[in-house]
Structures are given as C-alpha cells and as structure tokens.
C-alpha cells in the first residue's frame, strides 16, 4: 500500500471524528487517484458501469474524491479531506473541514434519483455538530439540483 501511495497510484483519506461518538471507525479509506485505471482493473467496460449492482458508483465516488483532493491544493482556506463512517454503516463519502472546525458533507449517489434516505449520514453528521455544520451535499446523476431540507441539497 505504501508503494501505491508512493507512486500515485492510490491516496489514503483518513477518517474524520471529534471524538464524539466511540462509534466512529477510524480506518482510512483507499481511492484510486485515476479512475480510468480503476475501471480498467476492475474490468469495467462501458456496458457494465450502467448495470445495476456495478462498479459505476465506487468509481463516481473515487473520482469526486480525487477531484476534491485536487482542488484543495490551491484553495483559499486551508481545508481537510476525511470520510466518516460508523459501526452502525452511516457513512459520510466526503468531509471537508476547515481550520475553523466548519464542515461540509458531501455523499455520492450513482443514481438520477435522490431520497431523503440518501441524506441519512449527512443529517446524522449535522446533528452531531449543529452550528458548526454547514452544508450537506448529495452528488447525483439526475438533472436537477434540489433542497432536501435546512443546510442540505441534491446536486448534480
């Protein structure tokens, strides 16, 4: 792994907690850096990433995690990528924190569709941090972007 990681082929997130619930998992997640050799490894073609059940939404997600990953090189703000993820499986693809301890949320959902179930580990996130929550974002396939309630949207 740490071959991989030295030659950019993989990037670790680390898990994000505030030691506020002994539920967190404190494992890092793996992502590709590339998702064209991601797809390639995995045997995806074309076909099969539209397939129920395929590998079209861990590779959405790698992806906007690398983008991510990217574009805070050059941000503004000193911001940190972490995921978060409990025993219970409320999961939170992508946590964003700043150095003022301000956070945003963003989910992955490989889906034209999006349901207030998608926001589950988003709201679960919001409740544990109240002000200091900003926004929880729902990245979808679909058309449109839309409010799923106070601080949350499903964006495509």
Not at 36 to 43: E, M, N, R, T
Not at 64 to 87: C, G, I, N, P, S
Not at 126 to 133: I, K, S
Request: with cysteine.
């Amino acid at each position: 792994m740490n071959l991989l990681e030295e030659v950019f082929l993989i990037k670790r997130i680390p898990a994000w907690s505030r030691n506020q619930s002994n539920r967190a998992i404190r494992t890092s997640k793996v992502a590709f850096v590339a998702s064209g050799i991601a797809a390639y490894l995995l045997g995806a073609d074309a076909r099969g990433l539209v397939r129920p059940g395929g590998q079209f939404g861990p590779l959405m997600e790698g992806f906007m995690l690398m983008e991510l990953a990217r574009q805070l090189t050059w941000a503004e703000d000193q911001v940190d990528l972490y995921h978060y993820r409990t025993k219970d499986k409320v999961e939170v693809d992508a946590v964003l924190e700043n150095r003022r301890g301000q956070v945003v949320g963003i989910g992955v959902k490989a889906a034209s569709t999006v349901r207030p179930d998608d926001f589950r580990g988003l709201r679960h996130l919001a409740d544990r941090l109240g002000d200091d929550f900003i926004a929880g974002i729902v990245l979808h396939t679909g058309a449109q972007t839309l409010p799923f309630g106070d601080r949350m949207r499903a964006c495509r």
